[in-house]
């Protein structure tokens, strides 16, 4: 009970400050305009300088070869759910350009901008290594097999990335980052404390900026028209299938990470953070890919603010399970 109570003042911790975003679109001190300088500034600044934060004085090399087995239990959690979302996907007999959004909202999570904030007011800093973990695996599943099910349904010539168009969408400044810190790790170097104190105090705005970002998107997308899908046939499919992402999210991907938890060995607090940041809404970024691949965009959106709403409520369950 004391595990569900901490959770819950947790979650309406996050609740608050995304609220607080959605607030600030209302009132319209944040506009549409705004929203590309804040993924900016959260990915090209404040991430690395959290990576530097949470793994350099905090990661041992014991700590690195435990890493190991959370980037595989994301590997095969992430594969699982990518072939039962498929195959759910099929018997629903969903119109292409929904199918391969179903899909990606079903083995994507939002790892970062919903998963990071969560995961460090449960567990505090030492959560940061496994959320960088999964967002390493996370992010490269997204920019590659998600991405080709968002062109499931392009009636347009589909054209193929070159692998300089995949490096820069995949290989981030946070991934930069964390690569070189895991060498610093492996070399025992340690970093001037100017450096630490830096990135500590720019590593502590992603959680509240990522949150009024997300609050932001909730707000925009039903505040928009474009944040429901438009009346069709099948208005009960539609229905089932968003239901059905909600139980991807929140039972299938926490019920995947326990069991290859247990077949790894990968026991406590390491397995707690790993389920719940398994366990997170829909990513935020499927709503644009989903514009920019000629998918089912009001579907990506209503799923994405469907789940990040549910988010709230499914977390505090959860946490009586870890």
Same mark, same amino acid.
Not at 289 to 307: F, K, T, V
């Given at each position: 009970?004391?595990?569900?109570?901490?959770?819950?003042?947790?979650?309406?911790?996050?609740?608050?400050?995304?609220? *607080?975003?959605?607030?600030?679109?209302?009132?319209?001190?944040?506009?549409?305009?705004?929203?590309?300088?804040?993924?900016?500034?959260?990915?090209?600044?404040?991430?690395?300088?959290?990576?530097?934060?949470?793994?350099?004085?905090?990661?041992?090399?014991?700590?690195?070869?435990?890493?190991?087995?959370?980037?595989?239990?994301?590997?095969?959690?992430?594969?699982?759910?990518?072939?039962?979302?498929?195959?759910?996907?099929?018997?629903?007999?969903?119109?292409?350009?929904?199918?391969?959004?179903?899909?990606?909202?079903?083995?994507?999570?939002?790892?970062?901008?919903?998963?990071?904030?969560?995961?460090?007011?449960?567990?505090?800093?030492?959560?940061?290594?496994?959320?960088?973990?999964?967002?390493?695996?996370?992010?490269?599943?997204?920019?590659?097999?998600?991405?080709?099910?968002?062109?499931?349904?392009?009636?347009?010539?589909?054209?193929?990335?070159?692998?300089?168009?995949?490096?820069?969408?995949?290989?981030?400044?946070?991934?930069?980052?964390?690569?070189?810190?895991?060498?610093?790790?492996?070399?025992?170097?340690?970093?001037?404390?100017?450096?630490?104190?830096?990135?500590?105090?720019?590593?502590?705005?992603?959680?509240?900026?990522?949150?009024?970002?997300?609050?932001?998107?909730?707000?925009?997308?039903?505040?928009?028209?474009?944040?429901?899908?438009?009346?069709?046939?099948?208005?009960?499919?539609?229905?089932?299938?968003?239901?059905?992402?909600?139980?991807?999210?929140?039972?299938?991907?926490?019920?995947?990470? *326990?069991?290859?938890?247990?077949?790894?060995?990968?026991?406590?607090?390491?397995?707690?953070?790993?389920?719940?940041?398994?366990?997170?809404?829909?990513?935020?970024?499927?709503?644009?890919?989903?514009?920019?691949?000629?998918?089912?965009?009001?579907?990506?959106?209503?799923?994405?603010?469907?789940?990040?709403?549910?988010?709230?409520?499914?977390?505090?369950?959860?946490?009586?399970? *870890?």
């Amino acid at each position: 009970m004391q595990a569900f109570s901490h959770s819950a003042t947790a979650v309406m911790l996050i609740l608050l400050m995304t609220a *607080v975003g959605c607030f600030c679109g209302r009132m319209g001190w944040m506009k549409h305009e705004h929203k590309a300088f804040l993924v900016k500034y959260i990915m090209n600044i404040a991430l690395p300088c959290m990576c530097v934060n949470g793994l350099m004085g905090k990661v041992t090399h014991a700590l690195l070869l435990e890493m190991r087995a959370v980037l595989l239990v994301s590997v095969c959690g992430i594969g699982v759910m990518l072939l039962l979302a498929y195959a759910v996907a099929r018997l629903l007999k969903l119109p292409p350009k929904r199918l391969g959004v179903f899909v990606v909202m079903c083995f994507v999570a939002n790892s970062m901008f919903i998963g990071y904030p969560m995961c460090t007011a449960l567990f505090g800093d030492a959560a940061v290594p496994v959320v960088l973990a999964y967002y390493i695996v996370n992010t490269l599943a997204f920019q590659t097999v998600g991405v080709a099910f968002l062109n499931y349904g392009n009636e347009q010539p589909r054209q193929r990335r070159t692998l300089r168009q995949f490096l820069k969408a995949f290989i981030k400044p946070p991934l930069y980052m964390i690569a070189l810190c895991v060498v610093l790790i492996l070399l025992d170097v340690q970093l001037p404390k100017l450096i630490l104190d830096f990135a500590g105090y720019m590593g502590n705005t992603v959680s509240p900026i990522a949150l009024l970002y997300s609050g932001f998107v909730i707000y925009e997308l039903f505040a928009s028209k474009k944040a429901a899908p438009k009346a069709q046939p099948g208005g009960g499919k539609l229905t089932l299938s968003l239901a059905l992402v909600l139980l991807f999210r929140f039972v299938i991907a926490p019920v995947c990470c *326990v069991l290859f938890c247990r077949t790894l060995g990968i026991t406590g607090s390491v397995k707690s953070m790993l389920m719940i940041e398994m366990a997170m809404p829909v990513m935020t970024q499927v709503v644009v890919l989903s514009a920019e691949c000629g998918a089912d965009e009001g579907y990506a959106a209503l799923g994405m603010s469907i789940s990040t709403i549910a988010c709230f409520a499914a977390v505090p369950i959860l946490m009586l399970f *870890v």
